[in-house]
């Protein structure tokens, strides 16, 4: 698999970008790889209480604001890697990901767009 860039975020640390191939090292260090594993429901509007409880609307609510984070997460890491990859490696970024093959007889730049349109980035 290819080494790819990647935020990583700990509940006391500022978030850094490493390769994917160092996430499990850092995994065991206390990071992870969203911030949602360290969202305090409460500071969101979500009462922990009630989705303890089993209460579905409250749950909902909590998934909704997770689902939320993680899809900045994704959008962010796709960024970090669009920008920097040349065009061997956006193929194979978008393909991998994607599974979605792209002209290579763009320009750079043409491909980095179409790559970030495909992303959500």
Known sequence: MKDFKM?????TKQ???INNSEFEEQKALGWADSPAQFLK?????IDKDKTD???EQEIAKAQQA???VEGIVQSLNNQLNIDTMN???LEAF???HFSIDLD???TLKQLRKQAKQISGA
């Open 66 to 68: 997770l689902d939320a």
């Open 53 to 55: 409880a089993g209460d």
């Open 104 to 106: 290579k007889r763009k």
């Open 41 to 45: 429901l409460e500071a969101v509007g």
């Open 7 to 11: 935020w990583i975020y700990s509940e």
């Open 15 to 17: 978030p850094k970008i």
């Open 87 to 89: 065009k061997n490696q």
């Open 94 to 96: 978008i393909k991998e």
